[in-house]
C-alpha cells in the first residue's frame, strides 16, 4: 500500500495497492485486522519508510487482477467487464480458468464471422462463452492425471482435462499453452483456443503446444463457427 497505515487506522473497505491492478480487502473488528481474508498477525513494525504489518501467507492477486496485468488477455477482461462477471470470479472462488489469450479470441471471431462489438452485444451468449472456461474448485496441472470431465459455470456444460503422452495438458482436446498461473482465489491455465461446447480437437492434436495443429485440420474452423454460432442462437 503506498501509505503509512497504522493498525488504528485501519477501516472495513477495498485499499489500492502497489499493483496497479489490485486491491486489499481490509477488515477492522474491534482490534483485529484481516486482510483479504488473512489475519494480521503482528501489527505495526515501524521501518524507516513505513509500517510493517505481518501476515501468516502469501497475498496474491485475484483471477481478474492476473488477466488485468497481462497485455496477452486485454479481450479476455473487456469481455469480462461487458458480461458483468467480474464480481463473480473477484469472489472467494477458489477457481479453474482456462484463458484464452488475444489471439485466441482474434481467430474466434473470424471463425464465427463476427466483430468483438457484435459478441459483447449478447451479453448473456457472452456470459455463458465465458463461463464455460471456469471450473470451480482449484486444479493444478498436476492434479491432472487421466481424461476426466468436469462441471464449468456454463450450467449442464462440461470440459474435458487431459494428461498428454508427452506430459502436458488438454482442455477438450487441446494444448494448454501455459499452466499453473497462481492467483488468490484459483489458478490460471492459459489457452491457445477459445473453448465453446460439442467442440473439441482433431483426435491427431495429442498434445500440441498450441491450437495451430487443430487449425492444419480442414474441418476444424467450420466445425468451431457453426458450434459456436449455434451456441450464441441457443443463448440468444
Same mark, same amino acid.
Request: some cysteine.
Given at each position: 500500500v503506498g501509505a503509512k497505515v497504522m493498525a488504528a487506522a485501519v477501516t472495513t473497505g477495498e485499499q489500492a495497492s502497489l499493483l496497479a491492478t489490485g486491491k486489499l480487502s481490509l477488515v477492522k473488528d474491534g482490534a483485529a485486522v484481516t486482510v483479504d481474508g488473512t489475519a494480521v498477525v503482528g501489527a505495526d513494525m515501524q521501518s524507516g519508510n513505513g509500517v510493517v504489518h505481518s501476515i501468516g501467507k502469501v497475498l496474491l492477486p485475484n483471477v481478474v487482477e492476473v488477466a488485468k496485468s497481462s497485455s496477452d488477455f486485454t479481450t479476455l477482461v473487456s469481455a469480462v467487464v461487458k458480461a458483468n462477471l467480474v464480481t463473480d470470479l473477484t469472489a472467494a472462488g477458489p477457481f479453474t480458468v482456462f484463458a484464452p489469450t488475444n489471439a485466441a479470441?482474434?481467430?474466434? =471471431?473470424?471463425?464465427?464471422?463476427?466483430?468483438?462489438?457484435?459478441?459483447? $452485444?449478447?451479453?448473456? $451468449? =457472452?456470459?455463458? %462463452? %465465458?463461463?464455460y472456461h471456469v471450473v470451480s474448485g482449484k486444479t493444478m496441472a498436476s492434479g491432472i492425471t487421466a481424461a476426466a470431465e468436469v462441471d464449468t459455470l456454463f450450467t449442464g456444460n462440461k470440459l474435458t482435462l487431459d494428461k498428454a503422452a508427452t506430459g502436458g495438458v488438454t482442455v477438450n482436446g487441446y494444448a494448454v499453452a501455459t499452466v499453473d498461473v497462481l492467483a488468490g482465489n484459483g489458478v490460471i491455465h492459459v489457452v491457445d483456443t477459445v473453448l465453446a461446447p460439442g467442440v473439441s480437437a482433431p483426435t491427431t492434436t495429442?498434445?500440441?503446444?498450441? !491450437?495451430?495443429?487443430?487449425? $492444419?485440420?480442414?474441418? !476444424? !474452423?467450420?466445425?468451431?463457427? /457453426? /458450434?459456436? $454460432?449455434? =451456441?450464441?442462437?441457443? %443463448?440468444?
Open positions: 479470441f482474434t481467430k474466434y =471471431l473470424g471463425d464465427v464471422n463476427k466483430t468483438f462489438d457484435e459478441v459483447k $452485444a449478447d451479453k448473456d $451468449a =457472452l456470459a455463458a %462463452l %465465458l463461463k495429442v498434445a500440441p503446444t498450441t !491450437a495451430a495443429a487443430a487449425e $492444419a485440420n480442414g474441418c !476444424a !474452423a467450420a466445425t468451431m463457427a /457453426a /458450434a459456436a $454460432a449455434a =451456441l450464441v442462437v441457443r %443463448l440468444a
